[in-house]
């Protein structure tokens, strides 16, 4: 600790403001007058809890030390939501971004951005400390923007600053970047070289944001996945991508792809967000429980590329699959948006029903592979699998409803002619034609356990006895022969 300080409270809740305020004025020191060391009385303010930030999170974890420290349980990913800054661009807040985060958060942060002319920096610095200065003194802290250190290709960096001894001429501050970084030092003489922000040869920049309280604060609620948990994802993500890829996010996914950033936008806004509302609404009342990315390649040499490349994998579909290992989802975007849509059901299906067995997944995301958005709601079209179901039926070799629904995982995904595929896909089609498919996927969800196939519930869906459903398999034949693919 800093010796022979005046010590200024920084840990009592207080009920107002306007009460904390009071308290900091009565218990900071006056600062003597003067640039010089020997002007200032050496000044700390106590019971600032340390927390290490996240990554790039170097202001939002300062601003959540001292908010601790007022008695507000508000954690840097909040002072990140509250920054508004969109998570896609996978950094934490810059200044503006965190000036604007503070200021939502109660306090007044005065000027935040300063110039220092090359040419006369050295007392002008001084006028500027001193300003920062006589505000500890008030038991007023402030977040700076300067350097990380001295090395040529250093970082600019967020630092809490709390104190001043005046018998070693040193600045006291917390680190947020290292675990144990709580009341750390440097002389004035270096904070005052690792201060400006030198983008200009001849006008230095230096930011200082004042921690002084204003207004008791109003959060962002704390999400399991907030804007935060999406900007780190993101971050990481941006670790093992190509510097060309562009990102959006559309919770609870991430979208990427190598088609330009307005394509994977529109992919995101468009197909993605509109499936995801359509399914929250008609099944799934849990989200995914992962985070996935969603790659969107632009054409096929690409997707094979990059499939190799990022995930050591060839795919065996020219259309794209889900990477269960990688948490993602890879498609070759030229193809359209059908098998996109599809791999979209399946996370949302492992959350909600993971028991499903691969009929009733596979047959749900297959109804949706062609499909439009009718009233918020998505609607199977007629598809490429319902020729080959169609000349299965006429051949007279499709089994029925019964013997597909009871096939295991492996036997469905065994069948190499497609027939299971798009047998399932079109008994979803018929109870979709029958508005039956949503309480069919209820029933089956809530006695799985003593109907694991589902054969039961579909049986009460349609009202049918066992002995009635041989005359089912005849209706579904006819109604899947009666429709038309063009």
Known sequence: MVESVDRVSGGVRLRSCSALIALLAGTAACAAAGSEPQGRRSVLI??????????????????????????????????????????????????????????????????????VSAAQADPQLNARFDELYADLARGVPSIVCMH?????????????????????????????AERSGAYRRMSRAQFL????????????????????????????????????????????????????????????????????????????????????????TMYFAKPPERTLDVFLFEDSASYQRYARELFAHTPQTPFGYYDAEHDALVMNISTGGGTLIHELVH?????????????????????????????????????????????????????????????????????????????????????QSRRLLRSYYRDFVANHRSDPSGYASLMRVLGRSPADMASFDRELNRYVLGLRYQ
């Open 46 to 115: 106590e019971r600032v809890p340390h927390v290490q930030q996240k990554r790039d999170f170097c202001g939002e974890a300062a601003a959540e030390m001292y908010l601790r420290a007022l008695g507000h349980e508000i954690d840097q990913d909040q002072v990140f939501a509250a920054a508004a800054v969109d998570p896609a661009l996978g950094r934490g807040a810059i200044t503006g971004d965190l000036a604007r985060a503070l200021q939502r958060l109660g306090f007044e942060t005065g000027p935040v951005w300063h110039q």
């Open 148 to 176: 990380y250190d001295d090395q040529p290709d250093t970082t600019e960096h967020f630092r809490l600053v709390l104190g001043y001894d005046a018998a070693r001429d040193q600045v006291v501050y917390h680190e947020p």
């Open 193 to 280: 070289a690792l201060w400006p922000l030198k983008y200009d040869s001849q006008r230095w920049t230096l930011v200082r944001m004042r921690l002084q309280p204003s207004d008791d604060p109003e959060p962002p609620p704390k999400r399991a996945r907030s804007p935060a948990h999406y900007a780190q994802h993101v971050m990481a993500l941006r670790d093992r991508i190509p510097e060309s890829f562009s990102v959006a996010v559309e919770p609870p996914f991430v979208v990427v792809g190598n088609a330009g950033g307005a394509e994977v936008r529109a992919w995101a806004e468009g197909t993605v967000r509109r499936t995801v509302r359509a399914l929250a």
């Open 347 to 431: 996370p949302f299906m492992h959350a909600n029903f993971p028991d499903c067995p691969a009929w009733f997944n596979e047959g749900l995301a297959s109804l949706y592979e062609a499909s439009r958005i009718r009233d918020g709601e998505l609607e199977g079209l007629p598809n490429w699998r319902l020729p080959g179901l169609q000349r299965a039926i006429g051949e007279g070799w499709l089994g029925g409803v019964k013997e597909l629904m009871a096939t295991t995982d492996a036997q469905f995904y065994a069948d190499d002619s497609g027939a299971s595929y798009a047998q399932a896909r079109y008994l979803m089609h018929y109870l």
